[in-house]
């Protein structure tokens, strides 16, 4: 929620409007279900992802040695998470909205862009450095791992293009569906998640028993993908009334990607381009993660 608030404080808006974002971000349903299920290192990304992006954006604004340091801090500390899947889309992240900024702010001013250029890589040495560690680790581990090769069901047979990865069923099983996309400005519009205590006095023989409320195609869910409308209908003000700032388009087309990616096999086409060639992409599960993106961005917009 701190770096939620000191982000959008940073791009200028009052401090209310940051505190509701703050607020915004910090009680999203779906941060519940990571605590509730165990996915701490998941959570702990998500929640340095505001921090590199106010860093990164002042690294491109001001080009000083203070703000390559304190970039190459956040992103240190998201990369010793060791959530690599947040970490990619954190990345994807940066390059939307880092783009806009620069073509808007440093467009054919040549010394600017070489300083910023020298920076950031100076930075990336940094955070090589300080994560050599559990990268190596990491990349040592991985031919051993499910997500390096090897089968998940042995008694399946593997495609050659999925053996170096999990393979695209495996990879795909949590693709989520565009008529799901409702669960994100309507509360449970699918039912709740897979095991619930129900609590009504409808079905008595049930009370207090542990049931399944949802009903949608995935094979079974522990969390609400849940935004709220108000959060959705203020990003879309933002886009219609603050288009013409660099952030605002970036993080717009980044937003339709994201939930263009997490349709998974049910949009195939573009989610093997990405599955196929981009490297270390197979390595990915869950295609609806992308959707803590979205939620990042819809945050930030409104």
Same mark, same amino acid.
């Given at each position: 929620?701190? #770096?939620? +608030?000191?982000?959008?404080?940073?791009?200028?808006?009052? /401090?209310?409007? /940051?505190?509701?974002?703050?607020?915004?971000?910090?009680?999203?349903? *779906? %941060?519940?279900?990571?605590?509730?299920?165990?996915? +701490?290192?998941?959570?702990?990304?998500?929640?340095?992802?505001?921090?590199?992006?106010?860093?990164?954006? &002042?690294?491109?604004?001001? &080009?000083?040695?203070?703000?390559? +340091?304190?970039?190459?801090?956040?992103?240190?500390?998201?990369?010793?998470?060791? *959530?690599?899947?947040?970490? %990619?889309?954190?990345?994807?992240?940066?390059?939307?909205?880092?783009?806009?900024?620069?073509? /808007?702010?440093?467009?054919?001013?040549?010394?600017?862009?070489?300083?910023?250029?020298?920076?950031?890589?100076?930075?990336?040495?940094?955070?090589?450095?300080?994560?050599?560690?559990?990268? %190596?680790?990491?990349?040592?581990?991985?031919?051993?791992?499910?997500?390096?090769?090897?089968? !998940?069901?042995?008694?399946?047979?593997?495609?050659?293009?999925?053996?170096?990865?999990? #393979?695209?069923?495996?990879?795909?099983?949590?693709?989520?569906?565009?008529?799901?996309?409702?669960?994100?400005?309507?509360?449970? +519009?699918?039912?709740?998640?897979?095991?619930?205590?129900?609590?009504?006095?409808?079905?008595?023989?049930? &009370?207090?028993?542990?049931?399944?409320?949802?009903?949608?195609?995935?094979?079974? @869910?522990?969390?609400?993908?849940?935004?709220?409308?108000?959060?959705?209908?203020?990003?879309?003000?933002?886009?219609?009334?603050?288009?013409? &700032?660099?952030?605002?388009?970036?993080? @717009? !087309?980044?937003?339709?990607?994201?939930?263009?990616?997490?349709?998974?096999?049910?949009?195939?086409?573009?989610?093997?381009?990405?599955?196929?060639?981009?490297?270390?992409?197979?390595?990915?599960?869950?295609?609806?993660?992308?959707?803590?993106?979205?939620? %990042?961005?819809?945050?930030?917009? /409104?």
């Amino acid at each position: 929620a701190l #770096g939620m +608030f000191l982000l959008i404080r940073y791009l200028g808006l009052h /401090a209310l409007a /940051a505190m509701m974002a703050a607020l915004g971000y910090i009680l999203l349903p *779906h %941060f519940h279900a990571l605590i509730v299920v165990g996915h +701490f290192a998941k959570l702990r990304a998500l929640m340095w992802v505001p921090f590199v992006l106010l860093t990164f954006l &002042r690294l491109i604004d001001r &080009r000083d040695l203070l703000s390559m +340091f304190l970039f190459t801090t956040a992103f240190a500390l998201l990369m010793r998470t060791q *959530h690599y899947q947040i970490i %990619f889309y954190t990345l994807l992240l940066m390059l939307f909205s880092g783009l806009p900024q620069v073509r /808007a702010t440093l467009c054919r001013q040549w010394s600017k862009l070489l300083k910023l250029g020298g920076l950031l890589a100076a930075a990336v040495v940094l955070v090589v450095l300080i994560v050599t560690q559990p990268l %190596f680790v990491t990349r040592d581990y991985a031919p051993y791992s499910t997500r390096g090769g090897n089968a !998940v069901d042995l008694s399946e047979t593997v495609a050659d293009q999925d053996k170096k990865g999990v #393979g695209f069923e495996y990879a795909t099983n949590w693709s989520y569906t565009v008529p799901e996309f409702w669960n994100l400005i309507i509360p449970k +519009f699918h039912g709740g998640t897979s095991q619930e205590t129900y609590t009504g006095s409808a079905v008595p023989q049930f &009370r207090n028993q542990m049931i399944p409320t949802y009903w949608g195609d995935l094979p079974f @869910t522990q969390s609400l993908e849940y935004l709220s409308v108000l959060l959705a209908f203020l990003a879309l003000v933002a886009i219609f009334f603050q288009w013409e &700032r660099p952030l605002v388009k970036g993080l @717009t !087309v980044l937003t339709v990607l994201a939930l263009l990616l997490s349709l998974g096999r049910h949009f195939e086409e573009l989610y093997k381009l990405f599955f196929y060639y981009l490297p270390y992409f197979d390595k990915f599960r869950v295609p609806m993660m992308i959707l803590t993106l979205v939620a %990042f961005n819809v945050c930030v917009l /409104a």
